[in-house]
Each structure stands twice: as structure tokens, then as C-alpha cells.
């Protein structure tokens, strides 16, 4: 096991430039996720590291090495691809076994790690078979097989669930954090959903365009979004944003609602403001403002309203069953303390 | 109208009874596959197997150009056990087929793994490596043939300028110098459809096995070994089977460069059946010489048979 540092790490292909200067500190055993919308650069960092791709500027190390000019095998890492890249010629045991093969390891070795694995995965049943002869959720085991059987410094995981169907998805989520509680082998995940960064990570890493937008624990992005891109990334249905600028102690919408603010920011009286507020801290209110219901999307433990602020559009989450019918008006609020504001052309965070 | 209703009232009974048989035969898979497979037959058996049958019989018949023959049993046969010509006929074929066939897979397969790097002007060398497959055969026969002249070789001649011989190289008058020959022109030829082929089987390789296998330590060496190899094993089948097949029946350069001379040295069967049948107008004979690669290219198919069957990673299905 191992801690990992990315120094100022940039990539160009030619002269494309797809990172530009990213920094991330990952303790030894932690699980980090790198999450961000696609094509944000998450997959060509995850194969800097794992020296599949030259890095272009700054630097990687993993434990106290710079790792730049290593090759993939003195890296002692192991990854799991998004197709799971099985061998198809050999069995799973075979597949779990080459790593160690190639280095010469002996039989009985081979043999009791291979035992281990199948038995921490549940593959024993398995290790005759062809990749072939496997589900989706067996290969990504078996992809996961061959990575702990190595006892890497560090796992890297790029987008391993994306072609399970959404109940696998759940199971094996489950299983990977159980494992990582099991093994402690500091992870690196690649994913662009942010649900699995949420209920996985110790930490994570929010990227976009080739730069970190944040990096944090699952609640502090979802409490304290540093920015307005983490805050529609964070959370789903995605957060509203109400346009508008701060007048007296709250904040009027474009539109001429008045939302209440706990405390405005210094100085920004009169000043355009973007008003964040999650569809999850919307609550029923007949003294809030009102808003036209537009679509009604029952789920049955909770009821999504799409509604129509002044002009504006407001995604609600009740947990009550509503009784409106669109087009009728209705009055909601939030609590002042759950809200965030905005800088309306940086999309920096305006509260504390 | 009315004529129409009371002729089909009147015929009623009959045209149901045939409909329904008819309706039978159209609608019975069996026979809807036997019709479906009428036309595919009988040009294969119009212009694949009566050719060969006639052939075949023909080996067993004292046929001539110009007089129709007897059957004479295996008489052709015995005579040929007893040629040494038909012999050295036999060994030169295996030679060329088993060397050619060889030298071809390992050029070839060099080619396709170049050919599937990052190169510099890649679709050029791309193109290069596809232009002896291009060129007609007999064109580059005759190449070939001003190439090993005896008196204009480009060869001889850029050797005597470096001064390294001092007289022109006989190249196809001597018997092995023109196995040589023949055996490189051949190569020459057919090195492009191996390379092409086994770079089509390449390209079909995902690299992240590739990415998976360097992160599991294997060096360049042993990712060949254990992952493209293997992975490439059943076009190998295919593309060589093919190869060899083709060699053995090689005529035309042969034919364009040396006309099985010196002294037979180049002879195939190909090109012996061909002089004693059509030039020497012994067509039993030469049918018995074709008749007699039937065998060997049978056992050709055999092998590359067994090599081609599926091998269990291939399939899916029962882990038996
Ligand atoms: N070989 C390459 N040459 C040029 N540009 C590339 C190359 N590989 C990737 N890119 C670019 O780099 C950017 C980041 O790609 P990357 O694969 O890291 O995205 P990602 O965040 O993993 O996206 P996804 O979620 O879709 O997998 C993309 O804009 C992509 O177009
Ligand atoms: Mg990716």
C-alpha cells in the first residue's frame, strides 16, 4: 500500500491540451474517486498513473518514488478496465494467474492466491471457464480477481460498473467498498456517475475540462459545493438556480419572488446573485412563494414537481404525495440555512 | 362477375384439394430449402464436380488430343511409378510449397506486426507492401524472368559493378539457382494477402489486452507470445491453408519464368500434368498427374481442418 501525490499534472496530445495542472493528494488506503461529466480528462489521468500514457508536465508519485519515467510493471499497480480486457484464450484461473506467471512466482504460491481471491470474489465455481462462458458481473469479478491477486500498492479502476445493468450496478458497488474495507489498498475509481462517487468515496475529486473543479468527502460537496459546476454535478435531480441579486436581507428572482437568505454577504446589496437550492430542501408552505406545477413525476416514495417560478424553472423533491394538478399554482419554501449563492459569471460560491 | 363466382363454385373441390397439397410442399421447410438450394447446386456441380469427375476418369483412359480413349484401369498409374520425372515433379512441389509456404508466414506475420505499429508513413508502407499482390501474375513472372536473366540480371550486372563477380550468374539455368528463383518470386508474390490478412486479425486485438497484459509485467516478447499469438491462432489456419493450397497448384510463374526447366528442376505438377496433357496431347496421363495432387491437397485441408477447429475459448456455450 501506498499514498499517491499528483503534482501540477498536465497532458497534451500534440497540441491539444486535455489537463492542465491537476493536484491530488491520496492517503495511503484511502478510496478516491475521480468524477466529472465525459471527456473531462478523468481516464487520461487514471492512465498517467498507471504509466499507460506519458505524463506531459509535473509529476506522480506513488509512495516516496517519482514514478514519471517508470515503467507500467515497476509500478506495482493493477487496473481494471471498463471492457474488463479478460483474456479470452485463457480460464479465469489462468487469467488471475499470469501476472505471477510472468515473474516466475512458484506453483504453490500461484495456487494460494488464486484460492484467496476466488474465495474473497466467490469464483471458485468459476476458474475453469472461459471469459466467455461468464456474465457481465462474473467478468467484472474475475477483472477484479486478477487485480487483487497481484497485492498491488494501489488499485486503479476505470468506470468498472458502466456495463452492468442498474441492479448489478448497486450489488457490485457494494462489493468493491466492501472489499476496499477488506484489502485497505489505496484505490483510484473513475466514474461519471456521481450516485457511485456519493456512496463510495472517502473522497472526491470533481473535475471538468481538464482541471480540478473540487475535491472533498461525498457530504462536504454536497453541503458546501465550492462552485456552481459541483453544485449541478452533486446531487440528483440537480440543483435549481434561480437568477436574480440580493436586495435587503433576501433575494429577489428575476422574475420578483422573494426568497429569504440567512444571512447576506458583505457589501452585495443590490448585487446579481445566483440562488442555489436543492430539490430535496423544497418543502410545502402556504406562506412561500408560489409556483405553477407544471409536470407531476410520482416515484412512490416521493413525488417530483417540475414548476414554474416567475419565469424560471424549479425541479421540487415532496416525500409527501402532492394533489395538484398541473397548471394549478402552489406555495413552497426552504430553509435559508440550506441555501447557496452564486457569483453569476464565475460561478464562485458568494457564502461563507 | 358472375362467371367468375360459379366457375370457382364449380371447380371448388378440385383446386382446394391441390391448394392444400401445394400449400404443403411450399410451406414444408425441407422443400423450400432444397429449392432455395437447386441453383447454388447445380452451378457447382455443372462446373466444380463434373470437371473434376471428368478429370478423374479421364486418369483412367488412354485419352489423346484428337481421339477419344479407352479405359484402361490404372495403367496410368503404373507408368507414372516408374517416372522419375513424376517424382522429381513430386519433391519439387513439396519443396516449393513447404519453403515458399514458410517463408511467406514469417514475412508475412513481420509485416502485419510493423504494419500494425505507429510507423511513419504507415498507409504508404500500407500501400508498398500490397502492390506484388496487385500486379498480374504473369506480369511479375516476366519481371522476375528479366530479373534472373542470363545476360541482362540487374543482379549480375550491380554485382559486377561492386566488382564482387566477374562473370553474369546463370540464375535460371542452373537447377537449384532456379528452384531459388522460383521459390523467391513465389514468396515475393504472395507475402502481401498473408500480411494483409494476418493485419486484419491484428487490428481485431483490443488493445487494452494489450494495456492489461504490460500492467501484468509481460515484455514485448511475451506480449506476442501470450496474447497476440494465441489471439491470432485461428486466422493463421485459415490464411495459411489458403497459402498452401494455392502454392501447390502454382502454375503460372513457374510457367512465365521457366517452363519446369532446367532439366525438370522447376517442375511442379501442376506444370507437368499441364505439358504432358495439353503440349504432348497425353491427356490421360496428365489427368492422372492432377489426379494424383488430390491427396496431398486433401491432406493440406485435413490438417488446416483440425487446426481451424474452433478451440474452446471461442465459443461460449457448455464448459466441457
Ligand atoms: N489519443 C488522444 N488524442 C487526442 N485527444 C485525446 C486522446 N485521448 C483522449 N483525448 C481527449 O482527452 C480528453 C479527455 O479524455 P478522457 O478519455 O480522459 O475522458 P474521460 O473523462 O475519461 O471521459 P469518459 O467519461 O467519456 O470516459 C477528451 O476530450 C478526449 O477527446
Ligand atoms: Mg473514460
Redesign the pocket.
Known amino acids: 500500500m501506498a499514498s499517491v501525490e499528483i503534482r501540477d499534472v498536465r497532458?497534451a496530445?500534440?497540441s491539444?491540451r486535455?489537463?492542465h495542472g491537476v493536484d491530488v493528494d491520496i492517503a495511503d488506503g484511502e478510496f478516491v474517486i475521480?468524477v466529472?461529466?465525459?471527456?473531462?480528462?478523468?481516464?487520461?489521468?487514471?492512465?498517467m498513473i498507471a504509466g499507460l500514457?506519458n505524463i506531459s508536465g509535473g509529476e506522480i508519485r506513488i509512495g516516496d518514488r517519482v514514478v514519471n519515467d517508470v515503467p507500467p510493471k515497476e509500478r506495482d499497480i493493477a487496473m481494471v478496465f471498463?471492457n474488463y480486457a479478460l483474456y479470452p484464450h485463457m480460464t479465469v484461473a489462468d487469467n488471475m494467474a499470469f501476472s505471477m506467471k510472468l515473474r516466475k512466482a512458484d506453483k504453490a504460491e500461484i495456487e494460494s492466491r488464486i484460492d484467496r481471491a476466488a474465495g474473497i470474489l466467490g469464483l471458485k465455481p468459476l476458474l475453469d471457464r472461459f471469459p466467455r462462458q461468464l456474465s457481465g458481473g462474473q467478468r467484472q469479478r474475475v477483472a477484479m480477481g486478477r487485480a487483487i491477486v497481484r497485492d498491488p500498492q494501489v488499485f486503479l479502476f476505470?468506470?468498472p460498473l458502466s456495463n452492468l445493468d442498474a441492479k448489478l450496478r448497486v450489488q457490485m458497488r457494494t462489493e468493491i467498498k466492501e472489499l476496499h474495507q477488506r484489502l485497505k489498498t489505496t484505490t483510484v475509481y473513475?466514474?461519471?456517475d456521481q450516485i457511485e462517487a456519493m456512496t463510495m468515496a472517502d473522497k472526491i475529486v470533481v473535475?471538468h475540462d481538464?482541471i480540478v473543479e473540487q475535491i472533498g468527502s461525498p457530504l462536504e460537496l454536497y453541503d458546501r459545493p465550492g462552485n456552481r459546476f459541483v453544485a449541478g454535478f452533486i446531487g440528483s435531480p440537480s440543483m435549481n438556480f434561480l437568477d436574480g441579486r440580493i436586495s435587503g436581507d433576501g433575494f429577489e428572482t428575476d422574475g420578483g419572488l422573494r426568497l429569504p437568505l440567512a444571512t447576506a454577504p458583505a457589501g452585495s446589496e443590490g448585487k446579481p446573485a445566483v440562488y442555489g437550492l436543492r430539490p430535496e430542501h423544497i418543502a410545502l408552505d402556504p406562506a412561500g412563494i408560489p409556483v405553477t406545477v407544471k409536470v407531476i413525476e410520482p416515484t412512490g416514495s416521493e413525488t417530483q414537481v417540475f414548476a414554474d417560478a416567475a419565469g424560471q424553472q424549479v425541479v421540487c423533491v415532496f416525500r409527501e404525495r402532492i394533489t395538484a394538478k398541473p397548471g394549478e399554482t402552489i406555495h413552497i419554501s426552504a430553509n435559508p440555512r440550506l441555501i447557496h449563492l452564486f457569483d453569476p459569471q464565475e460561478g464562485s460560491r458568494l457564502t461563507h | 362477375m358472375v362467371d367468375v363466382a360459379s366457375t370457382g363454385m364449380n371447380h371448388r373441390p378440385a383446386t382446394g384439394s391441390q391448394r392444400s397439397a401445394w400449400a404443403k410442399l411450399s410451406t414444408s421447410s425441407g422443400w423450400l430449402g432444397f429449392w432455395y438450394m437447386v441453383p447454388a447446386a447445380g452451378i457447382l456441380i455443372l462446373f466444380l464436380a463434373y470437371p473434376l469427375f471428368l478429370g478423374v476418369w479421364m486418369s483412367f483412359t488412354d485419352t489423346r488430343i484428337g481421339r477419344p480413349g479407352e479405359f484402361v484401369g490404372l495403367e496410368n498409374y503404373e507408368w507414372l511409378q516408374d517416372d522419375t520425372v513424376f517424382w522429381l515433379s513430386v519433391f519439387n512441389t513439396l519443396l516449393y510449397t513447404v519453403v515458399a509456404s514458410g517463408a511467406k508466414f514469417v514475412i508475412g506475420l513481420y509485416l502485419a506486426l510493423l504494419m500494425n505499429h505507429h510507423l511513419p508513413f504507415r498507409s504508404l508502407i500500407r500501400a508498398l507492401v500490397l502492390i506484388p499482390f496487385i500486379v498480374p501474375t504473369v506480369l511479375s513472372a516476366i519481371a522476375f524472368w528479366w530479373i534472373f536473366d542470363s545476360q541482362y540480371s540487374i543482379i549480375s550486372w550491380s554485382l559486377m559493378k561492386m566488382g564482387l563477380i566477374t562473370e553474369n550468374i546463370n540464375f535460371l539455368g542452373d537447377p537449384n539457382l532456379a528452384r531459388a528463383c522460383v521459390i523467391f518470386a513465389n514468396i515475393w508474390r504472395g507475402v502481401p494477402f498473408i500480411a494483409i490478412t494476418l493485419l486484419a486479425g491484428l487490428q481485431t486485438v483490443s488493445p487494452s489486452l494489450y494495456e492489461a497484459a504490460t500492467l501484468d509485467g509481460a515484455t514485448r516478447w511475451q506480449l506476442f507470445r501470450y496474447v497476440t499469438y494465441p489471439l491470432l491462432t485461428p486466422i493463421i489456419a485459415i490464411v495459411m491453408t489458403f497459402s498452401v493450397l494455392f502454392t501447390f497448384t502454382d502454375f503460372q510463374l513457374i510457367w512465365a519464368m521457366t517452363r519446369g526447366g532446367p532439366v525438370n528442376s522447376t517442375h511442379l505438377m501442376a506444370t507437368l500434368s499441364y505439358q504432358r496433357a495439353i503440349l504432348s496431347g497425353h491427356l490421360g496421363e496428365g489427368a492422372a498427374i492432377a489426379t494424383a495432387m488430390i491427396p496431398f491437397l486433401l491432406a493440406a485441408i485435413m490438417f488446416s481442418w483440425f487446426g481451424l477447429q474452433q478451440r474452446k475459448w471461442q465459443h461460449g456455450g457448455s464448459n466441457d
Do not use: A, F, N, W
Open positions: 497532458k496530445y500534440g491539444t486535455v489537463i475521480l466529472g461529466p465525459s471527456g473531462c480528462g478523468k481516464s487520461t489521468l487514471l492512465r500514457e471498463q476505470d468506470e473513475v466514474t461519471h473535475m481538464g
